[in-house]
């Protein structure tokens, strides 16, 4: 999908962090963007921001885990703009707890939101996704961590949260293997560490069935090593263009990549023997 000019972006979960980065990055690059948050406060700070930026944007409130209410953002962007090209998505949430204590709750809680979410905004929107009139792309906001299998990084116990970056991984490849004869582009956004509020937002929006809202996580100053989220905007921006499967913003984690491969590729040759 080269030209993205007046088309007609929707961010999942736009309101921070990344989904924020891609929002601004698709508004400098001309396209019309609906920012849709469940925290509709910050989804119209980041139209604001956009707006000042002299491009369009709207916003709008969405629990981007129920499908009514996509439905709703669906048709709302349909009614208000005519059309949806590109599609994002970026609701998740990181669960610090060792793999041997994480409950059927933590489990329920984390791939509800970090793979249904995506699930259910692709079976959503895809219906006008496919009547664009011309093509279209999704962008899954996925995690080094779908590459990688640290247990923990930072003292995080991650052992959750890969385990779902794992599986969009597969759902994004596979979708993408099923789209490509309708000119639908799918890329996997894979990023490395990002300035964020993943941690305040997963334990703010907890819905009451996996146990509520968990006390906010102490305030920190963030690692200066972290990649800002307008970052992260130009880089997938390059990636819908060139309709890339995996969009890498961290290039410095090659070595770990490659490392891993040599990994799998010695068991290989190890059975090989047999
Ligand atoms: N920050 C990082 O270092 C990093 C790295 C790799 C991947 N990611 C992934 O990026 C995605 C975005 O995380 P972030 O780090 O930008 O965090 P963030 O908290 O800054 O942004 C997440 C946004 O999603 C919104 N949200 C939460 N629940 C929602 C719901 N049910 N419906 C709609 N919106 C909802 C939040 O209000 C927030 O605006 C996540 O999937 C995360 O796993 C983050």
């Known amino acids: 999908m080269e030209d993205l000019t007046g088309r007609v972006a929707v961010i999942v979960g736009g309101g921070s962090g ?11 690059e001309g396209m019309r963007v609906v920012v849709a948050d ?6 119209e700070v980041v139209r604001d921001e956009i707006a000042a930026a002299d491009a369009t944007a709207t916003a709008a409130q969405v629990d981007g885990t129920d499908r009514e209410s996509l439905g709703r953002l669906a048709e709302s962007t349909v009614a208000e703009h005519g059309a949806v090209h590109v599609l994002s998505t970026n609701v998740g949430v990181v669960a610090d707890r060792p793999l041997d204590t994480a409950s059927e709750t933590d489990w329920e809680w ?7 979410s995506a699930v259910r905004a692709v079976d959503v929107f895809l219906p006008h996704l496919r009547t664009s009139g011309g093509s279209a792309h999704v962008v899954i906001t996925a995690s080094l961590a779908a590459l990688l299998a640290p247990p923990t990084v930072s003292g995080i116990h991650l052992g959750l949260y890969t385990a779902t970056k794992h599986a969009l991984l597969g759902y994004a490849e ?3 293997g099923e789209l490509a004869d309708e000119g639908i582009g799918v890329s996997l956004l894979c990023p ?3 300035r964020s509020n993943l941690a305040a937002t997963s334990a703010r929006h907890r819905p009451a ?6 006390p906010p996580p102490p305030a920190r100053e963030p690692a200066a090593t972290l990649m800002p989220p307008e970052a992260v905007g130009p ?7 060139a309709n890339r499967l995996h969009i890498l913003t961290h290039p410095a984690s090659r070595d ?5 491969h040599a990994a799998l590729a010695d068991d290989f040759a190890f059975f090989a023997e047999v």
Do not use: H, Q, T, W
């Not at 984390?110 to 249904?116: P, Q």
């Not at 880089?235 to 263009?241: C, F, L, Q, S, T």
């Not at 770990?256 to 891993?260: D, G, N, V, W, Y």
């Open 209 to 214: 069935r996996y146990g509520g809202p968990l």
């Open 256 to 260: 770990l990549i490659e490392a891993r």
């Open 38 to 43: 469940i925290d509709s406060a910050s989804a």
């Open 110 to 116: 984390i791939i509800e939101f970090n793979v249904l």
């Open 18 to 28: 990344i989904g924020r980065g891609i929002a601004l990055g698709l508004g400098a």
């Open 235 to 241: 880089v997938v921006v390059r990636g819908i263009k």
């Open 192 to 194: 490395g560490m990002v």
């Open 174 to 176: 596979c979708l993408r």
